[in-house]
């Protein structure tokens, strides 16, 4: 659990290029993510990482085409969001993670737009790190989460106590953290049952 999505997609992006900078020192990102994402790779860029920032079609979709040709052997990770903040494209996200799911590269997505809008389920879309901002679904302000897949090692961002199994250190938003457990829980049950009512439509 974070402080939001700032903090979540920062602690994704350092955390996992900490942990695996022996791998290589290549990453890849789009140039339409949001500023917290964009930023944090220009200072990886400072820190002596190559960037490939992929473009995106005239209608704001990431080319698959190219992010499968821009994988490389030192390629640490790939970080596409779910959906544009300013468009509200959602990305060929499911495609993305069957590229890369027999390599080593992470797969991040910054879900933090498209959490409450649509079912996600990071481990069917072979998503290895997924952030969330608890706002943008009615939870409170000043929470989020990041999932990371068992599989991979992060470096913790914020030293001190073994809080978050051992990744997060701090005293955790107790509050925060409730608050976002129950209103994931009831805009979950609301996309099931808005689902399900669509589906009866279409018979």
């Known amino acids: 659990f974070t402080s939001g999505g700032t903090e979540a997609d920062n602690w994704a992006l350092f955390g996992v290029c900490d942990a695996h900078s022996e791998k ?5 990102t789009t140039k339409i993510e949001h500023s917290s994402v964009l930023k944090t790779f220009e200072n990886l860029e400072k820190q002596g990482y190559e960037v490939t920032f992929l473009d995106v079609t005239k209608d704001g979709i990431v080319d698959v085409k190219q992010l499968k040709n821009a994988v490389r052997k030192d390629t640490v990770i790939v970080s596409i969001m779910y959906a544009n903040n300013e468009t509200g494209v959602k990305q060929p996200i499911k495609e993305i993670g069957k590229i890369l799911e027999n390599t080593s590269v992470m797969f991040h997505t910054d879900a933090v737009q498209a959490i409450g809008k649509f079912k996600i389920y990071p481990k069917e879309l072979k998503i290895g790190a997924l952030t969330v901002s608890s706002h943008k ?5 000043g929470a989020g989460f990041v999932f990371i897949d068992k599989k991979y090692n992060v470096e913790k961002e914020i030293c001190g106590g073994s809080q978050e199994r051992n990744r997060r250190a701090g005293t955790e938003n107790v509050n925060g953290i409730l608050g976002t457990g129950v209103a994931l829980e009831e805009i ?5 049952k808005r689902d399900k009512i669509d589906s009866t439509r279409k018979e």
Request: glycine share 14%; charged share 25%; hydrophobic share 35%.
């Open 188 to 192: 979950y049950e609301k996309i099931l």
């Open 24 to 28: 290589g020192k290549h990453i890849i």
């Open 137 to 141: 679904f009615y939870g409170p302000k």
